[in-house]
């Protein structure tokens, strides 16, 4: 039984099954021989699948069952997993390795755990590849679908994604906003885009909770793949050609380095993923299903900029994500003010608007706030590491903190001064400009019917 397993002794993760049925995907995981874990998405309103697209779902929904099921291996982290519909091809095998290993790399630094081995998903021998091969089922090359040209765009409710909107409403892309779970503000940011909506729930297993309570492994999970592998279920299920999340450039740079392992607390937002899943599924599901992030050319800086003009998102977004607890109570603002994302946005904001303006958006003044120096530091970059969130560079945060060091208005707030007394004397002046961070850089796999969209943003 899975309430009296205890997960941190398990030997084998197993995938049991993927079920789909009335708009229900149902995704099974148990550990050992207990009981199984049941996650369940709820896709609103599923139309009938027509049957030239059943072959692409079945894919898309594989693939969900093996990415979800990372947020049940990491409670026990057994040394063997098992995949009940049998071995996967090297193409699968590699991606689920990589995401385990480098989107779990935060959690098994901060327990204190090496993946590095541990991580192996089955993959067909050498005698069944050849064997398939002779029956003319190699490495699979998934067809076009004529899927409809109409683009999936994820909001979660902070800036990044609302910058997106917006590069694609510019150029009158057809485009639906879409998001997983049940959070109200994303939902009220996700009206404000005047697209039509789509809200796709997802339930996890109750039996989590339970293990969580009883002392399971735990810490952060690669959650933008989770979301990006069911935005594929519903590409193919609603009928949508591509899928355009809003992951910037410094997303892909790690929070630290150990024991000669990158930590990078966003991995599945960076741009090793995305080729991963990209390429995944062109080969897998539908060879016309693009995915991609539309801000990968833009640093944090480049994006703020492009947001401070989007005014009537300003009393709907934020950014704070302990609005995203799936359990226990939201903060009583949207912006709490004291977490690491409140100050970087905060800061990267602060350069592009006028500071009334800013001062209104988060009701208080962050950089006048002589509490909240470790906090600013450690996004500096100075005397910490970069916090384990969804924050940007060390060097764009210092650039940015280097402007308002120069501005009369900014000055002579306390952290601010702080920085210029303090911090700015160990610095190289020539790496402080702004200005550099704000061009785009060339790497992107933005499909060429949504290039125009990228000229929006820069
Ligand atoms: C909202 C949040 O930040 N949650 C993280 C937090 O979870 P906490 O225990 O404080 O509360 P809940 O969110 O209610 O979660 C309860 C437990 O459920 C498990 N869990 C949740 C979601 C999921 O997809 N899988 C899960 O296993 C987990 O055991 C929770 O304890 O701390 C947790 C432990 O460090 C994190 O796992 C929670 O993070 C969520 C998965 C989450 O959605 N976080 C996003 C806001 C987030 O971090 N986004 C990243 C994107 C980068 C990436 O994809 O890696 C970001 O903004 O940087
Ligand atoms: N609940 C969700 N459902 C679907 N997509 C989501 C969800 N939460 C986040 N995303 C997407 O994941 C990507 C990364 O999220 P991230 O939090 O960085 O973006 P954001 O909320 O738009 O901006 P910010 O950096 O200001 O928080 C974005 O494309 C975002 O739309």
């Known amino acids: 039984m899975t309430t009296t397993i205890q997960p941190r002794l398990t030997q084998v993760f197993r995938f049991l099954h993927a079920r789909y049925a009335d708009g229900v995907a149902e995704l099974a995981y148990a550990f050992d021989d207990g009981e199984p874990m049941v996650e369940r998405i709820r896709f609103p309103h599923a139309p009938a699948l027509p049957r030239e697209r059943q072959a692409a779902f079945d894919a898309a929904l594989k693939l969900l069952h093996l990415v979800a099921g990372v947020s049940y291996y990491k409670a026990g982290v057994p040394p063997k997993i098992e995949v009940a519909d049998g071995p996967l091809d090297d193409a699968t095998a590699d991606l689920l390795d990589a995401l385990y290993l480098h989107g779990l790399a935060e959690f098994a630094y901060r327990n204190g755990l090496?993946?590095?081995?541990?991580?192996?998903?089955?993959?067909?021998?050498?005698?069944?590849?050849?064997?398939?091969?002779?029956?003319?089922?190699?490495?699979?090359?998934?067809?076009?679908?004529?899927?409809?040209?109409?683009?999936?765009?994820?909001?979660?409710?902070?800036?990044?994604?609302?910058?997106?909107?917006?590069?694609?409403?510019?150029?009158?892309?057809?485009?639906?906003?879409?998001?997983?779970?049940?959070?109200?503000?994303?939902?009220?940011?996700?009206?404000?885009?005047?697209?039509?909506?789509?809200?796709?729930?997802?339930?996890?297993?109750?039996?989590?909770?339970?293990?969580?309570?009883?002392?399971?492994?735990?810490?952060?999970?690669?959650?933008t793949a989770v979301n990006s592998v069911i935005l594929a279920v519903?590409?193919?299920?609603?009928?949508?050609?591509?899928?355009?999340?809003?992951?910037?450039?410094?997303?892909?740079?790690?929070?630290?380095?150990?024991?000669?392992?990158?930590?990078?607390?966003?991995?599945?937002?960076?741009?090793?993923?995305?080729?991963?899943?990209?390429?995944?599924?062109?080969?897998?599901?539908?060879?016309?299903?693009?995915?991609?992030s539309l801000l990968r050319p833009y640093s944090e800086l480049a994006i703020t900029r492009a947001f401070a003009k989007?005014?009537?998102?300003?009393?709907?977004?934020?950014?704070?994500?302990?609005?995203f607890k799936l359990l226990g109570p939201k903060p009583a603002d949207r912006w709490c003010g004291q977490c690491p994302k409140c100050h970087f946005v905060f800061l990267a904001l602060a350069p592009f608007l006028p500071k009334p303006r800013l001062l209104a958006i988060f009701g208080r003044n962050l950089l006048d706030d002589e509490t909240q120096a470790a906090g600013f530091d450690a996004l500096l970059e100075y005397k910490d590491h970069k916090p384990f969130?969804?924050?940007?560079?060390?060097?764009?945060?210092?650039?940015?903190?280097?402007?308002?060091?120069?501005?009369?208005?900014?000055?002579?707030?306390?952290?601010?001064?702080?920085?210029?007394?303090?911090?700015?004397?160990?610095?190289?002046?020539?790496?402080?400009?702004?200005?550099?961070?704000?061009?785009?850089?060339?790497?992107?796999?933005?499909?060429?019917r949504l290039q125009a969209a990228l000229k929006a943003i820069g």
Request: glycine share 8%; charged share 20%; proline share 5%.
């Open 114 to 223: 090496d993946l590095r081995g541990r991580v192996n998903f089955p993959r067909l021998g050498a005698e069944t590849k050849r064997e398939s091969r002779r029956g003319g089922a190699s490495q699979p090359a998934a067809k076009a679908l004529g899927l409809p040209h109409r683009t999936l765009v994820p909001i979660g409710g902070g800036k990044d994604s609302l910058v997106a909107v917006e590069a694609i409403k510019s150029i009158s892309g057809d485009a639906t906003a879409v998001w997983v779970g049940n959070s109200a503000l994303i939902a009220a940011c996700a009206a404000r885009t005047g697209l039509p909506t789509l809200n796709i729930q997802r339930e996890l297993a109750p039996a989590l909770f339970e293990l969580n309570q009883r002392g399971a492994w735990n810490g952060h999970i690669p959650v």
């Open 234 to 292: 519903a590409a193919i299920l609603y009928g949508h050609d591509s899928i355009a999340f809003a992951n910037e450039r410094s997303a892909s740079a790690a929070t630290l380095e150990y024991d000669g392992q990158q930590v990078n607390h966003q991995w599945s937002k960076g741009y090793a993923f995305e080729q991963l899943l990209g390429d995944w599924l062109h080969s897998h599901v539908a060879a016309d299903l693009d995915y991609c």
């Open 310 to 323: 989007l005014t009537p998102y300003f009393d709907a977004f934020s950014s704070c994500n302990r609005n």
């Open 389 to 448: 969130e969804c924050v940007g560079e060390g060097a764009e945060a210092r650039a940015a903190m280097y402007a308002l060091s120069q501005r009369p208005e900014w000055q002579e707030d306390a952290l601010v001064a702080r920085f210029r007394d303090e911090i700015l004397p160990q610095l190289d002046a020539a790496q402080l400009a702004l200005e550099p961070w704000l061009e785009p850089s060339a790497e992107h796999r933005v499909p060429a």
